[in-house]
């Protein structure tokens, strides 16, 4: 019946769309000047036309399921209730609804039969309200519309207007659900210093918690200091930036100054496609390759290495984001302009002397911003993580210990049955907080030095 | 004006051949830009290059710096000769010749740092100043020189992209004479210069005679006869005529001259 619906509506927009189109073309050719062109006239009646009736139709939708669900169970024979606690109201509903649909276990009552007669009975109802309610809608703003139609009447504004409205609309959605990201975290977290205090969160060095197997254990308390796993991150990130700065950079600014074209034609291809590899891919490097070498070159150099160390897991880490850095940097020196390259070699300067003194600087803020954009993806990367870096958290910086990060430590938290309403479960979402303060910060940082830059040029 | 034509002349004479072109071709891609140009241009004289828009004045003054070099579709064949050296030969460092031939571009293209800083670029690079005081010094001069001391000199850290146009190119001639080239090529030094700048810039300009050989592409036909002592004219991609400058807009031998000159061609 919805489908009926939108296919109604369609139809019923389109007619209206071609009545305004004509009725404005023969207008036209009357002779009369009309303030918009007849698409305007035909565009405006389609959008009136539509806008509404879609909202109606998906409000419908979304009260239809409650309020059925509710008339069923209030009609249901007086008494049969009686007793039930919430879950096992669910239960009966439940159990009326796989009836309605033909799934019979057993041998059900009489009343659940009648109320699953009912229950399918208002559904259809329900679907020829809803066409009927469209059809008379639709044609009502279409014959509306239509009479609308005079050389004076503004179809242009109001198409613009309804657009408009359309596109603020878009743009909130992804306003809205960051709100929405940001307000169920914090509720969880909230819930999460219910149960642990805030300073030991923040300040302690501890990090164990056990996970209870099942919901009677007794497990020992756990303790949540969050400071030894953001370290772990800090390292990783901090070993990944030492490769994929350096070698982003100067993978940039060779490609950029001193490739000849036709390398540059392909090296750049190639270091995109390295960004585009799934970060699993980057995980299996980890394992398979840089660990493995990262201890046989510690066992040849008598040096103790533990088999996950954060120096495998940043390096790969590292890896990925060598074309993140190098992209950015070939940005922001391409946008330096020519004049100011060709006014350094004027003065007798180097190519090399160019690139440091002068490119360099009108180019620094972008690369600045890149690097920071990097350091957040790095806090935040998970895959490469979960595979090559620990699950214990150490209190070290010594890049050949393993470490484990926040984002391993917030799947190992969430994986499983859990239940959510004890501390192990929760701290997870207290971490995530955590992680998505910290790359916020860095995010508006990173956009602001950007945008100051975006500035300087134009 | 008699007189002074006659002392223009005396002056060149006395001049040795600074740069010495012959048979100059300028390709970009298909486009021939400069057509078989030879030309000889004289030690502490002031020589102009005028001619209709996209004549070639920039690229045959790009050729005398190797600044076509940086344009990859750019072509250049025939020989040049600075001070008896082919500067087209490969022994030829380029870096080293543009600090011999300084350049200030059509457009001011101040760098995004302090004003000091531009100024200071090049005798920082090619090592003329030995201490602060003595890089000081040079930056002091080279504004006054170009004309821009006055207007900067108490906001002398801060960013040379926020001067006005005007200001923005006299300071890249106040940086182009900071390394003390031999030549200097002037590619319509003045045209975002008010008259009073303009004035400056000419007697900079002037100034620059004593020691240097000056070459300025100039659209103001007043212009190129106030300072220049040696004009060339070009004409799609040709060097048509070149002469004392008294003498090619008192008395020009081709007809295409007289046309632009006299404003029937532009
Ligand atoms: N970078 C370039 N790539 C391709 N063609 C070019 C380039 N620079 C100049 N040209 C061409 O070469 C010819 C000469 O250009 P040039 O810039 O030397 O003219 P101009 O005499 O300096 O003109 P104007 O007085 O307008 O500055 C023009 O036809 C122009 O289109
Ligand atoms: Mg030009």
Redesign the pocket.
């Known amino acids: 019946m919805t489908t009926f619906a939108f296919v109604a509506l369609l139809c019923v927009s389109v007619l209206g769309y071609s009545l305004n189109r004509h009725a404005a073309t023969r207008l036209r050719a009357n002779g009369t000047r009309l303030h918009s062109v007849p698409a305007y006239h035909g565009l405006y009646s389609l959008l009136s036309t539509m806008v509404p009736v879609v909202t109606l139709i998906v409000t419908w939708l979304m009260l239809q399921g409650p309020l059925i669900d509710r008339f069923t169970m209030s009609g249901l024979p007086a008494g049969s209730l009686d007793s039930l606690d919430t879950g096992g109201r669910q239960l009966i509903l439940a159990e009326i609804k796989s009836i309605s649909r033909g799934r019979i276990f057993g041998d059900p009552e009489a009343w659940k039969v009648d109320a699953a007669d009912r229950y399918v009975r208002m559904h259809a109802i329900s679907g020829w309200v809803l066409l009927g309610t469209v059809i008379v809608a639709s044609l009502g703003i279409v014959g509306f519309s239509r009479s609308r139609v005079a050389a004076e009447f503004r179809a242009r504004h109001g198409v613009e207007r309804i657009t408009s409205g359309l596109m603020l609309f878009c743009s909130t959605i992804a306003i809205f659900t960051t709100l929405g990201i940001i307000a169920a975290l914090l509720f969880e977290s909230i819930r999460f210093f219910e149960r642990v205090p805030i300073m030991e969160f923040f300040f302690g060095l501890n990090w164990e918690p056990q996970i209870p197997l099942r919901e009677d254990q007794i497990a020992a308390e756990g303790a949540f200091g969050w400071i030894p796993v953001f370290l772990g991150t800090l390292v990783i990130t901090v070993v990944a930036l030492f490769l994929a700065v350096p070698v982003g950079l100067l993978s940039a600014i060779y490609l950029n100054e001193f490739a000849p074209s036709r390398l540059r034609a392909v090296a750049k291809p190639v270091l995109e496609i390295l960004a585009g590899v799934p970060t699993v891919v980057y995980g299996f490097f980890a394992i398979l390759v840089v660990a493995p070498a990262i201890r046989s070159f510690g066992a040849t150099l008598g040096i103790p290495v533990s088999p996950n160390t954060a120096l495998a897991a940043g390096t790969v880490m590292g890896i990925m984001l060598i074309p993140f850095i190098s992209s950015f940097t070939d940005d922001a020196l391409s946008a330096v302009p020519k004049s100011l390259r060709d006014g350094a070699l004027a003065l007798g300067a180097t190519r090399a002397e160019t690139v440091l003194n002068v490119l360099f600087p009108a180019a620094i803020p972008g690369i600045v911003g890149g690097i920071l954009l990097a350091i957040s993806r790095a806090i935040g990367e998970t895959m490469i993580v979960v595979m090559a870096a620990g699950l214990i958290a150490s209190l070290t910086v010594n890049p050949l210990d393993s470490v484990t990060t926040v984002t391993v430590q917030i799947v190992t938290l969430l994986i499983g049955d859990t239940s959510f309403d004890n501390p192990k479960t929760l701290a997870a979402f207290a971490l995530g907080m955590m992680l998505f303060v910290v790359t916020l910060v860095i995010n508006v940082f990173a956009l602001r030095i950007v945008r100051k830059y975006r500035e300087a040029y134009e | 004006m008699m007189d002074g034509m006659r002392k223009i002349e005396r002056d060149t004479a006395a001049s040795d051949i600074k740069i010495q072109a012959r048979s100059v071709q300028v390709f970009?891609?298909d486009?021939h830009?400069i057509k078989d140009v030879s030309v000889d241009i004289l030690d502490k004289t002031v020589t102009a290059f005028i001619?209709p828009?996209?004549?070639?004045?920039?690229?045959?003054l790009r050729c005398l710096n190797r600044m076509n070099d940086t344009?990859d579709?750019?072509r250049v064949q025939g020989d040049i000769h600075i001070d008896g050296d082919d500067i087209y030969d490969p022994s030829i460092d380029p870096v080293q010749l543009r600090a011999k031939v300084g350049m200030v571009f059509?457009k001011p293209n101040p760098f995004p740092k302090s004003i000091y800083d531009n100024i200071a670029y090049g005798p920082r690079i090619h090592g003329l100043a030995r201490t602060k005081a003595e890089l000081d010094e040079i930056v002091e001069r080279s504004l006054r020189r170009g004309a821009i001391w006055d207007e900067v000199k108490d906001r002398l850290h801060e960013p040379g992209t926020g001067l006005s146009g005007g200001q923005q190119q006299r300071l890249c001639i106040a940086r182009a004479v900071a390394t003390e080239p031999e030549v200097l090529l002037m590619?319509?030094p003045c045209s975002a210069l008010d008259p009073i700048a303009t004035a400056q810039v000419e007697d900079l300009i002037d100034e620059l005679r004593r020691n240097y050989s000056v070459v300025i592409?100039t659209?103001s036909m007043q212009q190129a006869a106030r300072v220049s002592q040696k004009t060339a004219f070009?004409h799609l991609?040709n060097l048509v005529e070149y002469r004392e400058t008294g003498q090619i807009f008192t008395n020009p031998e081709d007809a295409r001259t007289e046309s632009y000159i006299t404003g029937r061609i532009g």
Request: aromatic letters at 14%.
């Open positions: 970009y891609g486009t830009a001619g828009s996209g004549c070639g004045k920039s690229t045959f344009i579709i750019a059509q590619d319509e592409v659209h070009f991609g």
